[in-house]
């Protein structure tokens, strides 16, 4: 089955830099779409990164362009995000999410999460 | 940017009764709506796509409907496990949004 495992998250302080990383398995990589989707603890959900099954487009949320970088390495199922000149409202979890296809942007499976905490 | 706003907020219901959610949009996404189910300390669940279909494995009892800027989620006789958090989502325009949220809990 499908199975999506962040890793990378932390504590950092305001204006440093953290890069998440997404381990796929169970599903065809390389044929959907991945998103980055982040909740503050106790808050709602806020779609942060997509990018498209070969890399070729990314899109990103308006509070994040600029500072957050989405990547994919289709050989070794690995979706990352680089995020730098972190402030403490991205203070979140951070969810990998499988798109249900190329680009529907529908959210069909989710990994665990990854808690990523901006403090000094 | 396109805002969905779920009423109500939160619902207290008792076991089989039926629940119903709703999500407004601030413009015309046709049928781009999709509804998740977030249970405490876990990942959200797809229950619902393009509105009115049913994601695989979902139970019968959830059900939704509508299109264009009104949509509704119905639980249908709920259960116990039911309870949770249920958001909508639209993937019609970028940024793709989200509603607040509608936490359900069982008396």
């Known amino acids: 089955q499908v199975q999506l495992v962040e890793s990378g998250g932390g504590v950092v302080q305001p204006g440093g830099s953290l890069r998440l990383s997404c381990a796929a398995s169970?599903?065809?990589?390389?044929?959907?779409?991945m998103h980055w989707v982040r909740q503050a603890p106790g808050k709602g959900l806020e779609w942060v990164a997509f990018?498209?099954?070969?890399?070729?487009?990314?899109f990103y949320v308006n509070s994040v362009r600029g500072r957050f970088t989405i990547s994919r390495d289709n050989p070794k199922n690995t979706l990352s995000l680089q995020m730098n000149s972190l402030r403490p409202e991205d203070t979140a979890f951070y969810y990998c999410?499988?798109?249900?296809?190329?680009?529907?942007?529908?959210?069909?499976?989710w990994g665990q999460g990854t808690l990523v905490t901006v403090s000094s | 940017e396109i805002v969905l706003t779920q009423s109500p907020d939160f619902q207290s219901v008792t076991p089989k009764e039926k629940v119903t959610i709703t999500c407004r949009a601030s413009?015309?996404?046709?049928?781009?709506l999709h509804w998740y189910q977030q249970k405490p300390d876990q990942p959200p669940k797809l229950l619902i796509k393009?509105?009115?279909q049913s994601f695989s494995g979902v139970p019968s009892r959830f059900s939704g409907s509508g299109s264009g800027t009104d949509f509704t989620l119905t639980i249908y006789s709920l259960e116990a496990e039911d309870a949770a958090t249920y958001y909508c989502?639209?993937?019609?325009?970028?940024?793709?949004?989200f509603g607040q949220g509608t936490k359900v809990e069982i008396k």
């Open positions: 999410a499988k798109d249900l296809g190329a680009a529907n942007i529908i959210f069909d499976s």
């Open positions: 169970g599903f065809t990589f390389s044929t959907h779409g």
């Open positions: 990018i498209r099954y070969d890399g070729s487009e990314k």
């Open positions: 413009q015309s996404i046709g049928n781009g």
């Open positions: 393009y509105a009115s």
């Open positions: 989502h639209q993937s019609t325009n970028s940024p793709w949004t």
